[in-house]
């Protein structure tokens, strides 16, 4: 499952914004908003988002 499709799911069932997730996840709230726009993130920062939806 790629990587946008992941924290799509997680927003609604979490019903939490983007902008928090974003926020919470990498320290950016425009994150989500940037990958829906075709952003492509380092492997850091999808290591960082992978870390953060495994700990949910």
Do not use: C
Request: charged fraction near 40%; glycine fraction near 6%; aromatic fraction near 6%.
């Amino acid at each position: 499952m790629k990587l946008l499709d992941r924290i799509e799911r997680h927003l609604k069932e979490s019903h939490m914004s983007a902008t928090r997730f974003g926020r919470r996840a990498v320290g950016d709230p425009r994150f989500v908003l940037d990958l829906r726009a075709g952003r492509r993130p380092r492997r850091r920062t999808i290591e960082k988002v992978e870390n953060y939806l495994n700990l949910q």
